[in-house]
């Protein structure tokens, strides 16, 4: 039997006990927003779920405007053991990681080569600090390009399986029904199985439009290319996800920051305590003692007319409204089947070698 190779990476992610990359051979296919429904729905699942979103599209980051983290006041906070995810809810069931987090403007372009991709990858993987997940999601740019063979080659300890830890990185591909996405689909799928990645399936997205008006649906990007492929190159086919209308208002409002993440309503509220510290500081004992001491005013804590808390996770409670959710449940139950399945017939393997 093969022993598992130790790197920082593998001891980083020794704590997560799924990984799932997800893929596109073309851009525009809606790979982003498919990783972050595929993490909500994941969520969904079991209320007890911890999920990771990686966001490895190191020159066009997009997943924290998506999950409503896309202020400068979400920041990555560095621990001593390592980096802090920003987190989207209250619970933390869902962290981020992104270059985004890190850029002093979040317009600045990232122009860097390939060593530098590189480097950010690594630590991306070795210092930040998930601690127990039951899955992460990792964001790819599209295409294969030096993040996917980065990636790769430092998730490669992982790849070995043990009986404690029956399970390797997966993968999903993302593409849309029409001919010019699916060859390039064909072209991802073919490095996977050069660099040995398992694909668990294939997600057709934007297959159809449902008019909201009368229900009609029309095939804008055809129908169905998706699942031929999927059958031809024997991969298993996941489901099909049409263009839905109130999805797309959903992540417009997260992105104009109406409906913001955890991570943007604590650093905007502890920059209000320390402004109110500062009033506080220099105002009068009597002010003081009005205020209760804290400078808060009356919608603060310590009074007892503050208004209730909001809901834990306002974005997943929206987009459990969206039909999209339901499609992308069925496709999460699919997945998590054949990696289960997969875990099943890899301990079954190990176990008869060692007799």
Same mark, same amino acid.
Do not use: C
């Given at each position: 039997?093969?022993?598992?190779?130790?790197?920082?990476?593998?001891?980083?992610?020794?704590?997560?006990?799924?990984?799932?990359?997800?893929?596109?051979?073309?851009?525009?296919?809606?790979? !982003?927003?498919? !990783?972050?429904?595929?993490?909500?729905?994941?969520?969904?699942? =079991? +209320?007890? =779920?911890?999920?990771?979103?990686?966001?490895?599209?190191?020159?066009?980051?997009?997943? +924290?405007?998506?999950?409503?983290?896309?202020?400068?006041?979400?920041?990555?906070?560095?621990?001593?053991?390592?980096?802090?995810?920003?987190?989207?809810?209250?619970?933390?069931?869902?962290?981020?990681?992104?270059?985004?987090?890190?850029?002093? @403007?979040?317009?600045?372009?990232?122009?860097?080569?390939? +060593? %530098? %991709?590189?480097?950010?990858?690594?630590?991306?993987?070795?210092?930040?600090?998930?601690?127990?997940?039951?899955?992460?999601?990792?964001?790819? +740019?599209?295409?294969?390009? @030096?993040?996917?063979?980065?990636?790769?080659?430092?998730?490669?300890?992982?790849?070995?399986?043990?009986?404690?830890?029956?399970?390797?990185?997966?993968?999903?591909?993302? !593409?849309?029904p029409q001919t010019t996405a699916l060859n390039d689909t064909i072209k991802s799928l073919s490095f996977t199985r050069k660099l040995s990645l398992p694909v668990m399936g294939l997600v057709e997205n934007m297959a159809g439009y449902a008019c909201p008006c009368c229900g009609e649906i029309s095939d804008?990007?055809?129908?169905?290319?998706?699942?031929?492929?999927?059958?031809?190159?024997?991969?298993?086919?996941?489901?099909?996800?049409?263009? @839905?209308?109130?999805?797309?208002?959903?992540?417009?409002?997260?992105?104009?920051?109406?409906?913001?993440?955890?991570?943007?309503?604590?650093?905007?509220?502890?920059?209000?305590?320390?402004?109110?510290?500062?009033?506080?500081?220099?105002?009068?004992?009597?002010?003081?003692?009005?205020? =209760?001491?804290?400078?808060?005013?009356?919608?603060?804590?310590?009074?007892? =007319?503050?208004?209730?808390?909001?809901?834990?996770?306002?974005?997943?409670?929206?987009?459990?409204?969206?039909?999209?959710?339901?499609?992308?449940?069925?496709?999460?139950?699919?997945?998590?089947?054949?990696?289960?399945?997969?875990?099943?017939?890899?301990?079954?393997?190990?176990?008869?070698?060692?007799?």
């Open positions: 039997m093969t022993e598992a190779i130790e790197t920082p990476v593998s001891r980083r992610l020794a704590s997560v006990k799924n990984i799932v990359i997800v893929l596109s051979g073309k851009g525009g296919v809606g790979k !982003s927003s498919s !990783s972050v429904q595929l993490a909500l729905s994941l969520l969904a699942l =079991n +209320p007890t =779920n911890r999920v990771g979103l990686l966001d490895l599209d190191i020159t066009g980051p997009s997943l +924290p405007r998506m999950v409503g983290l896309d202020d400068p006041t979400a920041t990555v906070h560095q621990s001593s053991a390592g980096w802090v995810p920003v987190y989207v809810d209250q619970e933390r069931r869902l962290g981020v990681m992104s270059i985004g987090f890190l850029l002093k @403007d979040r317009g600045d372009s990232v122009v860097w080569r390939g +060593p %530098k %991709k590189d480097g950010m990858i690594r630590q991306f993987l070795s210092e930040v600090r998930w601690g127990e997940l039951d899955y992460l999601v990792v964001d790819t +740019p599209p295409g294969t390009s @030096d993040e996917h063979i980065s990636l790769l080659t430092h998730l490669h300890p992982l790849f070995t399986p043990t009986l404690f830890k029956p399970t390797t990185p997966t993968s999903i591909l993302i !593409s849309t804008t990007f055809g129908r169905g290319g998706g699942e031929d492929l999927a059958t031809r190159e024997g991969v298993g086919f996941l489901g099909r996800v049409p263009i @839905d209308t109130v999805l797309v208002g959903l992540l417009d409002a997260v992105s104009k920051g109406e409906l913001k993440g955890q991570g943007v309503i604590e650093a905007q509220a502890q920059a209000q305590v320390e402004v109110d510290q500062q009033h506080q500081s220099g105002s009068a004992a009597e002010s003081s003692i009005q205020t =209760n001491g804290n400078g808060s005013g009356d919608d603060q804590n310590g009074d007892g =007319n503050q208004s209730a808390p909001g809901p834990a996770f306002p974005l997943l409670d929206r987009y459990l409204e969206t039909t999209s959710a339901k499609v992308w449940r069925t496709i999460a139950e699919k997945l998590l089947e054949k990696i289960e399945s997969r875990k099943v017939d890899i301990r079954r393997r190990l176990e008869g070698q060692g007799e």
